[in-house]
T-cell receptor, first 114, second 115 residues
Framework: DVKVTQSSRYLVKRTGEKVFLECVQDMDHENMFWYRQDPGLGLRLIYFSYDVKMKEKGDIPEGYSVSREKKERFSLILESASTNQTSMYLC?????????????FGDGTRLSIL | AQKVTQAQTEISVVEKEDVTLDCVYETRDTTYYLFWYKQPPSGELVFLIRRNSFDEQNEISGRYSWNFQKSTSSFNFTITASQVVDSAVYFCALSAPGAGNMLTFGGGTRLMVKP
């Protein structure tokens, strides 16, 4: 079974802090994704990565950056956290290629910025 | 641009009732894939089904069934004889070849099944 693990289920940070959300997958997947989930808006893609050291902007990248130094790990970084970044963050992964395989999701990190 | 609309934000039913969750999509691609995911209170999204645009056959899996109609750009999900454990948020999503497995999600429908 694919396992996508997010480092924290709940996180509370202060405005202006630099925040790191970590995601690790154990199935050697090439593609990894970061979403944020807000009520009524569904999941919106922040960034994704096709391979190590590669990244692409999603629909809402402003205020975020990512890092993929190893294949299994994809980090989301809030450079200077703001209250409007309070949200649920979900990481996902799929095998490489254009095969439209289902994404496998982590349990999510509920982030509060005070 | 792709878009997925789930017009029902919340549905409440009593156990054993049948319930249908609506999903309407927009895309200019001729080849695409549609997905349904379930998000229970624990938070993790659980994959339920994938359907490609060339396969309009309806699918049934136990109490779950899906009705894909290309003519109306809809991919509706029906739960028969609902149970309390079906309470969750359900998401419909769309992806297109060449998009690197990127998904466009609908806003989700929260289903509450009362005993």
């Amino acid at each position: 079974d694919v396992k996508v693990t997010q480092s924290s289920r709940y996180l509370v940070k202060r405005t202006g802090e630099k925040v790191f959300l970590e995601c690790v997958q154990d199935m050697d997947h090439e593609n990894m994704f970061w979403y944020r989930q807000d009520p009524g808006l569904g999941l919106r893609l922040i960034y994704f990565s096709y391979d190590v050291k590669m990244k692409e902007k999603g629909d809402i990248p402003e205020g975020y950056s990512v890092s993929r130094e190893k294949k299994e790990r994809f980090s989301l970084i809030l450079e200077s956290a703001s209250t409007n970044q309070t949200s649920m963050y979900l990481c996902a992964s799929t095998p490489g290629g254009q095969n439209n395989q289902p994404q496998h999701f982590g349990d999510g990190t509920r982030l509060s910025i005070l | 641009a792709q878009k997925v609309t789930q017009a029902q934000t919340e549905i409440s039913v009593v156990e054993k009732e049948d319930v249908t969750l609506d999903c309407v999509y927009e895309t200019r691609d001729t080849t695409y894939y549609l997905f349904w995911y379930k998000q229970p209170p624990s938070g993790e999204l659980v994959f339920l089904i994938r359907r490609n645009s060339f396969d309009e056959q309806n699918e049934i899996s136990g109490r779950y069934s899906w009705n894909f109609q290309k003519s109306t750009s809809s991919f509706n999900f029906t739960i028969t004889a609902s149970q309390v454990v079906d309470s969750a948020v359900y998401f419909c999503a769309l992806s297109a070849p060449g998009a690197g497995n990127m998904l466009t999600f609908g806003g989700g429908t929260r289903l509450m099944v009362k005993p």
